[in-house]
């Protein structure tokens, strides 16, 4: 069930396995210099699963050109029990799929059963206005009783594409805390990299998870291509020199300007 509220929320109070596709175009979220399809943190390219950069396109073989997806650096997977906290699984209890429009804020509240034992995974996540190549999420899990949690995050590289892949892989490492892949697209060469800084939670994570404490962590990513991508990572480490709340902050501050014109 969609509904819109007198606060500007466009809000799904259920899950439907047949809506990934078209809530993906419904809870999408945008800065000018690239937009993120509204889907969540578990899924990948076959729930179309898209970051997609506005002005940067590619043509494969003889298949149309079309505009560039990035990797995805907002992919989260979590296992308690070894089930997993997937919306398309049998164990969902609650789910509920909120955009702000106001400040283009997507946010999700997703309550799980395993083993009798409720657990519940919140979201938000935003692409600054203030800061174009900026990427910003939030991620919490509670339960309400003592669990052991095995929590995976990355940049997913294995992307959504219509016609054809558009990019190759040049190479990923760590380097001062964050996370880089290199790519470079298949027609023009042109280069692109993608940061991935996470606050309070490593790639992998086995977590002895208290009941009733909730853990939380955030991901500042970057995403710079062709002339941007040069030197871009000490432009990332510079946006990392502040929070999520505080980018979050800031975003809302520019989304408000907007709405004053």
């Known amino acids: 069930f969609i509904m819109i509220t007198k606060l500007w929320k466009l809000q799904e109070t259920e899950f439907a396995k047949e809506n990934i ?8 979220v945008g800065n000018g210099y690239m937009g993120y399809r509204g889907t969540l943190e578990e899924f990948n390219k076959e729930q179309l699963v898209s970051l997609n950069m506005a002005g940067l396109f590619d043509k494969s073989g003889d298949l149309w050109r079309e505009s560039v997806n990035a990797p995805n650096p907002f992919y989260v997977k979590c296992t308690v029990d070894g089930v997993a906290l997937d919306v398309r699984g049998e164990n969902v209890v609650s789910h509920t799929q909120t955009l702000d429009i106001s400040c283009a804020l997507h946010s999700r509240n997703t309550v799980f059963s395993v083993n ?8 938000e996540r935003f692409l600054s206005l203030k800061e174009d190549e900026l990427a910003a999420i939030k991620y919490t899990v509670c339960a309400d009783r003592d669990i052991k949690l095995t929590l995976d995050t990355e940049i997913d590289s294995d992307v959504w594409n219509i016609n054809g892949e558009h990019f190759k892989i040049i190479g990923s490492e760590n380097k001062n805390g964050v996370n880089i892949l290199n790519i470079k697209t298949l027609e023009n060469k042109t280069p692109m990299c993608v940061y991935e800084y996470i606050n309070g939670a490593q790639n992998h994570n086995e977590i002895e998870l208290k009941g009733g404490v909730a853990f939380t962590f955030t991901k500042l990513c970057g995403v710079y291509w062709g002339e941007a991508a040069k030197n871009s990572q ?15 902050s800031a975003h809302k501050t520019e989304w408000a300007k907007v709405w004053d014109k």
């Open 116 to 123: 009798d034992t409720q657990i519940t995974v919140e979201s």
């Open 21 to 28: 596709e078209k809530n993906g175009s419904r809870f999408l």
């Open 234 to 248: 000490s432009k990332f480490l510079i946006l990392c020199e502040k929070d999520y709340d505080s980018h979050l």
